[in-house]
């Protein structure tokens, strides 16, 4: 296979290559390169008024000083010049693709992010630029077709699976020939989102209706970028592969559950979530309700939560108790555990334990007749210590209770399961909230709101 055929792993070289590697299979005939340039260069510059700056900063397209018959003459000369060996600045290894041979400069006016020449210690080894192929050189030439405006910047994704490559294409490159040929394309393809990391979990959704992503291995990098003037600015957002096949199997068991959940936890101001009509409503338009579109692009604590690695845990008890309250079920039983297994890798032998300690709690506190006492008991704790106590007064509870039966927990059980090393004690806590407000509620059992100071969901 050529080198010009393979992905390079270098995220703008690749999609260029993707939308190249589209052309040339839409066209009737064989095309050259430099074809392929003249028809995507009359793209940029008749269709898209050569507003591609935010890609390639004082090229040959965007110079404002060239009209438009001389962006066009200039863009074919440059890459047309690039088979004379004269016009080579050097020889060696590209320095993303790897192949060895004939090697160009390339700065920010072909090549984003990559720095200015004007510093000439800014490249390695005082080079005047990051030094790359030829066929890397031309497969940038072609990435304004497969990046999507998002908001103030650009995106695209890494290109690290057959699927994610396929989606892509179709999302971007496709989508743009589409509107190119009905006439409604005039600028770079444009995301209803601005927000990327509420577009990331978007783009995951529609890969996982779309292709068959391999589960477990799969995960997604958003490059949400610009490299237009005196600022350019690179941030990347990746959701990780456990988060990947945690949604794969709750948008596919359990959509309509797990979207009910999310959609509490944006930020929006000036409205009040409704668990009943589960949906957003105005404070200060009576019962007007928000359409998703109108809090597409704010905040999310949930998204945000799951991109930074950190514990969802507290939302899922905050989320069942305050719809308890309602005679309402908390997220579906099987959301919880798949994001136990999944995301934070808990074993099921532990998960077990704890569903069991619960369990035998709450058969303790119905034979008292004191479900509100107990579940204030455990709702309370705000330090490990305090959780602790809860746990010990607990086992001897039980024992006074029913001294024939085995202990409520072993020594080991404790150690390994409930407290071990490097366990945050809150998340045992708000893991048996979770399951024994399940448990009431399935079961019918209303009680007064217990008090506590943890509900922080």
């Keep these: 296979m050529e080198k010009h055929n393979l992905f390079t792993g270098d995220p703008f070289v690749d999609n260029g290559f993707l939308a190249k590697s589209y052309l040339k299979d839409i066209s009737n005939e064989p095309q050259t390169d430099l074809d392929l340039i003249n028809r995507v260069c009359d793209i940029y510059v008749d269709r898209w008024g050569a507003k591609i700056n935010a890609l390639f900063l004082n090229s040959?397209?965007?110079?404002?000083?060239?009209?438009?018959?001389?962006?066009?003459?200039?863009?074919?000369?440059?890459?047309?010049?690039?088979?004379?060996?004269?016009?080579?600045?050097?020889?060696?290894?590209?320095?993303?693709?790897?192949?060895?041979?004939?090697?160009?400069?390339?700065?920010?006016?072909?090549?984003?992010?990559?720095?200015?020449?004007?510093?000439?210690?800014?490249?390695?080894?005082?080079?005047?630029?990051?030094?790359?192929?030829?066929?890397?050189?031309?497969?940038?030439?072609?990435?304004?077709?497969?990046?999507?405006?998002?908001?103030?910047?650009?995106?695209?994704?890494?290109?690290?699976?057959?699927?994610?490559?396929?989606?892509?294409?179709?999302?971007?490159?496709?989508?743009?020939?589409?509107?190119?040929?009905?006439?409604?394309?005039?600028?770079?393809?444009?995301?209803?989102?601005?927000?990327?990391?509420?577009?990331l979990f978007n783009l995951a959704k529609e890969i996982i209706n779309t292709t068959e992503a391999d589960r477990g291995s799969q995960f997604l990098e958003l490059y949400h970028f610009t490299n237009f003037g005196a600022s350019p600015d690179c941030e990347i957002y990746?959701?990780?592969?456990?988060?990947?096949?945690?949604?794969?199997?709750?948008?596919?068991?359990?959509?309509?559950?797990?979207?009910?959940?999310?959609?509490?936890?944006?930020?929006?101001?000036?409205?009040?979530?409704?668990?009943?009509?589960?949906?957003?409503?105005?404070?200060?338009?009576?019962?007007?309700?928000?359409?998703?579109?109108?809090?597409?692009?704010?905040?999310?604590?949930?998204?945000?939560?799951?991109?930074?690695?950190?514990?969802?845990?507290?939302?899922?008890?905050?989320?069942?108790?305050?719809?308890?309250?309602?005679?309402?079920?908390?997220?579906?039983?099987?959301?919880?555990?798949?994001?136990?297994?999944?995301?934070?890798?808990?074993?099921?032998?532990r998960i077990n334990v704890i569903k069991r300690v619960a369990d035998t709690i709450l058969d303790m506190a119905r034979e008292e007749d004191a479900v509100n006492k107990y579940l204030t008991k455990i709702q309370g704790p705000q330090n490990a210590y305090e959780l602790r106590s809860v746990i010990v007064w607990m086992v001897k509870r039980h024992n006074k209770l029913h001294p024939e039966q085995t202990a409520l927990i072993t020594l080991d059980e404790y150690l390994d399961y409930l407290f071990p090393p490097g366990q945050f004690w809150s998340e045992i806590r708000d893991l048996m909230l979770i399951y024994l407000y399940q448990r009431l509620h399935e079961e019918n059992i209303r009680i007064e709101e217990a008090s506590d100071n943890a509900d922080n969901a």
């Design 238 to 349: 990746r959701l990780p592969a456990p988060v990947f096949t945690f949604l794969d199997i709750v948008l596919r068991s359990c959509k309509k559950d797990w979207y009910d959940f999310v959609r509490a936890y944006y930020r929006i101001s000036g409205a009040s979530w409704q668990d009943e009509i589960e949906s957003w409503q105005k404070n200060k338009h009576g019962n007007e309700r928000l359409d998703e579109s109108e809090y597409l692009n704010n905040p999310n604590l949930i998204y945000e939560k799951l991109l930074a690695g950190e514990s969802i845990i507290s939302f899922f008890a905050g989320y069942a108790r305050r719809r308890y309250m309602k005679d309402l079920p908390g997220a579906h039983k099987f959301i919880v555990r798949f994001y136990l297994e999944e995301v934070m890798l808990m074993e099921k032998e």
């Design 60 to 199: 040959k397209v965007t110079q404002p000083a060239f009209k438009p018959p001389q962006k066009k003459e200039k863009t074919y000369e440059f890459y047309q010049n690039l088979d004379k060996p004269s016009s080579a600045d050097t020889t060696g290894y590209c320095r993303t693709c790897g192949s060895q041979g004939a090697l160009f400069k390339a700065g920010r006016d072909v090549f984003c992010l990559t720095g200015s020449g004007d510093y000439a210690n800014f490249h390695h080894g005082h080079e005047p630029g990051v030094m790359v192929c030829k066929a890397c050189l031309i497969n940038l030439f072609f990435l304004p077709l497969s990046v999507l405006q998002m908001g103030g910047c650009l995106a695209l994704l890494q290109l690290n699976s057959p699927e994610v490559r396929k989606y892509w294409r179709e999302k971007t490159v496709a989508a743009n020939f589409s509107a190119i040929g009905i006439g409604s394309s005039d600028a770079i393809l444009r995301s209803k989102y601005a927000n990327p990391k509420n577009a």
